[in-house]
C-alpha cells in the first residue's frame, strides 16, 4: 500500500513534523548515532530485525540521546544534572520554527525599534536553555532566557558558556531579580481579566519587570508548567523526560501561568511583536483564546505540534495593527464571492470559522456585527474609510470630479456579509455578498484576504 498522511477519524489530516525540521524527513538514526558516540551506544538496543530503538522511560537514555543529537546536527555542546526537565530535540525545533513562521509572515510590520535581527524572550528556560541554543543555532537569533531557580540559571549559564559561538547571542536572566509588584499593582493588573482571588499573594514575575523598560523583543516564547500537581505530571509511563517540581508544576497549572503571561503583555503590547506560548489541553486553547482577545490582542493565531504520543499545542498573539491592505486592490470587482474550507483542524467548526471571521475584520479596523443565528458576519466601513477607498483606492479609476459625484451616491449601512455553511463534516462553505456597490474592489480584497487567513489558521498543513 502507498503512503501518505496519517488521518484523523473526522477525515482531517492529523499534524505533521514542520517541513524545516531537521528530522522531518527521516527520524534520527540511532544506530548510526550509537557507532559514532560511544557514550550513546549503551542505551540503543537492536531487534532481532535489525530495528535499533532507545527506551524513552529511561531518563538517562533520554538525556544521553538529546545531547548526542545537539551535539551531532547542531554543533552544540550540553548538559544537564538529574531531575531536570530533558527536552526532545526534533519537538522542540517545531515550535522555533513556527514563530520562524510568524516572523517572516506579513501579517503584522515588525516593530519600530527592530534591528532588523530578530531577538526572543524564553519564559522559564530552565537548565536545558533549548530554545535558546536551538534558536541561536539554527538561525542566528538572539535571546534572553529567565528563571528563577538556582539549579536552573547555573546550568542554563554553564550550556551557553559551553559555545563560546552562540554566547553572544544568549543572556541568562534571574526572574527574581526583579522587584515584586505592589498589592495595588497586582489589583490592577489582575482586574484586566479576572477579579483578583486574594490581592494579598503575590504571584512570580513572568514578563513585567523581568523585560527591562528600554528593551523590545520580537517574540516570547514558553514550554509553561502544565500540571497543577506533581502526581498529575507523572501520569505518562511512556516517557521519562525528568522535570522538577518547578519547571513542571504551578499553582492553577498551565491556564493560570499562560493567563499570567497574557496579563503581562497587556503592560508590555508595544515591547514584543509576537507573545506566544506552549498550551498542553486544547480545551485550555479555547479558554486562553478568550483570554487574548478580551485583553486586546488585534491578531490571534495557532497551531498544533507533533509531539510523539502527545498533543502539544502553540498559540500566538499580538497587539499591533495587522498591515492594512483595505484600499489598495488591483483585485477584479465582483459583487459575489465563495470559497471552500476543506479538512478543517480539530477544534475549527463553523462556529469558530465564524469568530475567525469577526476577529479578522476587527483587527482591519472595521465594524463588525456576528449573528449566530444566520452565522453572518456584517461589515460596515466607516464614512472616512469608505471615503478613503473611493478617493485614494483602486474601487475607482475615473477622474477626481467622478470619485466625488460617486461619493454622493454611496449607499450608507452595511457594506458587505460573510456567511458561514456547513456542506458537510470537516467541511465548510464561505460566501461573501456586497451591499455597497461603491466598494466593490475593496469588498474583493478583503475577501481573498480573509480566505488566506482563515487557509492559515483553519486547515491543515498538507493540503
Given at each position: 500500500m502507498g503512503g501518505g498522511r496519517k488521518r484523523r477519524r473526522d477525515g482531517s489530516d492529523a499534524p505533521s513534523i514542520h517541513p524545516r525540521n531537521r528530522y522531518a524527513a527521516a527520524p534520527p538514526d540511532f544506530a548510526a548515532l550509537a557507532e559514532l558516540y560511544p557514550s550513546f551506544r549503551p542505551f540503543v538496543s537492536v531487534s532481532d530485525r535489525g530495528r535499533a530503538s532507545v527506551d524513552f522511560t529511561d531518563f538517562s537514555a533520554t538525556r544521553e540521546l538529546t545531547?548526542?543529537?545537539?551535539?551531532?546536527?547542531?554543533?552544540?555542546?550540553?548538559?544537564?544534572?538529574?531531575?531536570?526537565?530533558?527536552?526532545?530535540?526534533?519537538?522542540?525545533?517545531?515550535y522555533i520554527h513556527w514563530i520562524e513562521d510568524l516572523l517572516s509572515s506579513n501579517l503584522i510590520p515588525p516593530i519600530s525599534s527592530s534591528s532588523g535581527k530578530v531577538r526572543g524572550f524564553d519564559i522559564g528556560t530552565g537548565a536545558n536553555c533549548i530554545y535558546p541554543l536551538l534558536g541561536a543555532s539554527l538561525l542566528g537569533w538572539s535571546f534572553v532566557g529567565s528563571d528563577v531557580t538556582d539549579v536552573a540559571l547555573e546550568w542554563a549559564k554553564k550550556n551557553v558558556e559551553s559555545n563560546p559561538h552562540l554566547a553572544e547571542l544568549i543572556e541568562i536572566r534571574n526572574a527574581n531579580a526583579a522587584p515584586f509588584p505592589s498589592e495595588s499593582?497586582?489589583?490592577?493588573?489582575?482586574?484586566?481579566?479576572?477579579?483578583?482571588?486574594?490581592?494579598?499573594?503575590?504571584?512570580?514575575?513572568?514578563?513585567?519587570?523581568?523585560?527591562?523598560?528600554?528593551?523590545?523583543?520580537?517574540?516570547?516564547?514558553?514550554?509553561?508548567?502544565?500540571?497543577?500537581?506533581?502526581?498529575?505530571?507523572?501520569?505518562?509511563?511512556?516517557?521519562?523526560?525528568?522535570?522538577?517540581?518547578?519547571e513542571m508544576v504551578c499553582h492553577g497549572g498551565e491556564l493560570a501561568f499562560v493567563t499570567r503571561i497574557i496579563e503581562d503583555s497587556v503592560s508590555l503590547k508595544n515591547s514584543f511583536r509576537w507573545f506566544t506560548s506552549?498550551?498542553?489541553?486544547?480545551?485550555?486553547?479555547?479558554?486562553?483564546?478568550?483570554?487574548?482577545?478580551?485583553?486586546?490582542?488585534s491578531v490571534v493565531k495557532t497551531t498544533e505540534f507533533v509531539q510523539g504520543q502527545t498533543a502539544r499545542w502553540g498559540l500566538a498573539w499580538s497587539f499591533i495593527a495587522p498591515i492594512n491592505k483595505v484600499f489598495r486592490s488591483s483585485t477584479p470587482a465582483k459583487n459575489h464571492h465563495s470559497f471552500m474550507l476543506e479538512g478543517l483542524r480539530r477544534g475549527h467548526g463553523a462556529f469558530q470559522v465564524l469568530k475567525s471571521t469577526e476577529a479578522f475584520f476587527l483587527a482591519s479596523k472595521l465594524s463588525c456585527k456576528l449573528d449566530t443565528s444566520s452565522f453572518s458576519v456584517s461589515v460596515t466601513l466607516s464614512d472616512e474609510q469608505t471615503e478613503a477607498a473611493i478617493l485614494h483606492g483602486d474601487d475607482y479609476a475615473g477622474s477626481l470630479e467622478d470619485s466625488s459625484a460617486k461619493l454622493g451616491s454611496v449607499v450608507k449601512g452595511i457594506s458587505f456579509r460573510i456567511t458561514v455553511f456547513e456542506q458537510i463534516p470537516g467541511t465548510l462553505l464561505i460566501k461573501g455578498s456586497l451591499l455597497n456597490k461603491a466598494l466593490s474592489g475593496t469588498f474583493s480584497s478583503l475577501f481573498f484576504q480573509l480566505e488566506d487567513t482563515l487557509r492559515m489558521e483553519c486547515v491543515s498543513k498538507a493540503r
Open positions: 545531547r548526542v543529537l545537539l551535539l551531532h546536527d547542531h554543533g552544540v555542546n550540553w548538559w544537564i544534572p538529574d531531575g531536570q526537565l530533558c527536552p526532545t530535540v526534533p519537538n522542540r525545533s517545531n499593582e497586582a489589583i490592577v493588573r489582575e482586574n484586566i481579566l479576572e477579579p483578583v482571588e486574594d490581592a494579598a499573594m503575590q504571584k512570580p514575575h513572568v514578563l513585567v519587570d523581568v523585560v527591562k523598560e528600554s528593551e523590545s523583543f520580537d517574540f516570547c516564547m514558553c514550554n509553561p508548567p502544565f500540571f497543577e500537581s506533581i502526581e498529575e505530571a507523572g501520569l505518562n509511563p511512556k516517557t521519562s523526560c525528568g522535570g522538577t517540581a518547578e506552549m498550551v498542553g489541553r486544547k480545551a485550555n486553547l479555547k479558554l486562553l483564546m478568550t483570554k487574548a482577545r478580551e485583553a486586546g490582542a
